[in-house]
């Protein structure tokens, strides 16, 4: 039988740009059009282009067309490198799709999250602007992530075991021996590369987990079949010499179990040594990854704030109360504070913590705060200030329930400056002013644009 022979992929075509500006998430923009060999017929049209700067000429080579755009990736640069260029501290750039602005300036890094918030989202789409741009929030290190997820791949007929992040644009995982945004104490994963490519059932390893609090580090193999015993005596014996927390996780479960030492409870902890309180949580809860900034980060909501003994505040989006235990220890024992959370279990270890950690004036419930919740005998009571920290979507539900608080100070922590610019909008056309925003540098090196904005209800 004869077998058709299967096209050759094609050739995607090679041009030479003049690179004008950046885009949010840290492209080279050009257009077609700044070079004689471009095709007449399109010239005007964008391209995006990985890895390139401002003021650059590179040879590109196109990856992906649409109507409106093309994609590029940045194969030769013909020109000066731009001012703003640096040599790209890890040795995985380019392949890893981890860290994409690695080879910017970080203070080039910080002005195009400002751009972004400002220019590209807060006026272009909600026509508003701060009364003031506050000083962003950086981070003090490199090595600033106390989180990762990491990818395990068995490749069976090499029998090598690929251990590390996903490459850009792929499904494929690059191989890692050190990430350099990893805090140091596991930033260095050679070791435990070598652990896994010892199990006899390393096959059946989909991904670990790492996650850190300020004194212990949880190690969480998530497995797609049973681990023989002899391969989990392996793993909780590199734990127990690493001084690690030891858990395995079964296919399609998030129950964990605790394998270093079983009688002891899943909890790593953290401290906010400003407010004198101290968290703990599950290696799986959500946290924020970046210990130097979280803190400053809170210490701003509650100085934007002015929150005053005896006030009463709702925390929204709340989890396992990293705003709300500060934000009670600034109102004091008079006061109160309302958290709000869709997750059961975060607001059962936000409890937790408020009462390990002596408040009283603090409560937590769950509701999921896209639908409604007007009918909560906690939605009713009146607010003097709010704080929103909502996901990525934004929170754009809750803003119709705006009024009914009657809070005169809000403080809304976003992650995305789109949602932040549509809610924003919404904000100001309920009478309150936007008079600070400024950005915060938690995830150093990536496109990921978080940001803080005080809004204050008109007179």
């Given at each position: 039988m004869k077998h058709r022979a299967q096209p050759r992929p094609k050739q995607q075509p090679e041009y030479i740009f003049q690179v004008e500006s950046l885009s949010h998430e840290g492209r080279g923009i050009a257009h077609?059009?700044?070079?004689?060999?471009?095709?007449?017929?399109?010239?005007?049209?964008?391209?995006?282009?990985?890895?390139?700067?401002p003021g650059e000429t590179v040879r590109a080579r196109i990856t992906r067309e649409v109507k409106k755009l093309e994609e590029a990736d940045s194969l030769e640069l013909l020109s000066e490198a731009s001012e703003i260029r640096i040599q790209p501290p890890c040795p995985h750039f380019g392949i890893c799709g981890g860290c994409n602005m690695q080879h910017i300036a970080p203070d080039a890094q910080i002005e195009l999250k400002q751009s972004v918030v400002l220019k590209s989202h807060l006026q272009h789409f909600a026509g508003i602007q701060p009364d003031e741009w506050l000083a962003p929030l950086r981070s003090q290190r490199e090595d600033y992530r106390r989180k990762a997820r990491i990818g395990v791949r068995y490749l069976p007929g090499k029998d090598k075991l690929v251990v590390g992040f996903r490459e850009s644009q792929s499904n494929k995982l690059t191989s890692i021996d050190r990430c350099m945004i990893l805090d140091r104490?596991?930033?260095?994963?050679?070791?435990?590369?070598?652990?896994?490519?010892?199990?006899?059932?390393?096959?059946d390893v989909g991904h670990i987990e790492l996650a850190m609090g300020d004194q212990e580090i949880a190690l969480v193999v998530r497995e797609t079949a049973q681990l023989?015993?002899?391969?989990?005596?392996?793993?909780?014996?590199?734990?127990?010499?690493?001084?690690?927390?030891?858990?395995?996780?079964p296919a399609a479960q998030n129950q964990l179990t605790r394998i270093d030492q079983p009688q002891l409870p899943a909890r790593l902890h953290y401290r906010l040594n400003d407010f004198d309180v101290e968290f703990g949580f599950d290696p799986l809860d959500f946290?924020?990854?970046?210990?130097?900034?979280?803190?400053?980060?809170?210490?701003?909501?509650?100085?934007?704030?002015?929150?005053?003994?005896?006030?009463?505040?709702?925390?929204?989006?709340c989890g396992l109360g990293n705003f709300s235990l500060p934000l009670a220890r600034c109102v004091g024992a008079s006061g109160s504070v309302v958290g709000v959370e869709g997750s059961e279990e975060m607001v059962q270890r936000g409890a937790e913590n408020a009462k390990i950690n002596g408040i009283a004036q603090l409560s937590f419930h769950s509701q999921d705060l896209t639908q409604d919740f007007s009918h909560h005998s906690w939605a009713n009571?009146?607010?003097?200030?709010?704080?929103?920290?909502p996901p990525r979507s934004g929170a754009e539900e809750v803003m119709q329930y705006i009024p009914k608080f009657g809070a005169k100070r809000i403080v809304y922590v976003s992650c995305n400056p789109a949602t932040l610019a549509r809610d924003a909008g919404l904000l100001v056309q309920q009478g309150y002013r936007l008079s600070r925003a400024g950005v915060m540098d938690m995830f150093t090196h990536t496109g990921h644009v978080e940001s803080i904005a005080l809004f204050e209800k008109e007179n």
């Open positions: 077609y059009g700044s070079h004689p060999d471009h095709p007449a017929d399109k010239h005007g049209k964008k391209v995006f282009i990985r890895y390139a700067l104490e596991f930033g260095s994963v050679t070791r435990l590369k070598q652990l896994l490519q010892s199990l006899n059932g390393k096959a023989p015993e002899q391969d989990v005596n392996q793993l909780r014996e590199f734990a127990l010499q690493k001084g690690w927390q030891l858990y395995i996780q946290t924020q990854v970046n210990s130097t900034v979280n803190p400053q980060m809170i210490r701003l909501a509650c100085d934007l704030l002015r929150l005053q003994p005896g006030e009463r505040v709702l925390d929204l989006f009571q009146g607010f003097d200030a709010l704080l929103i920290d």
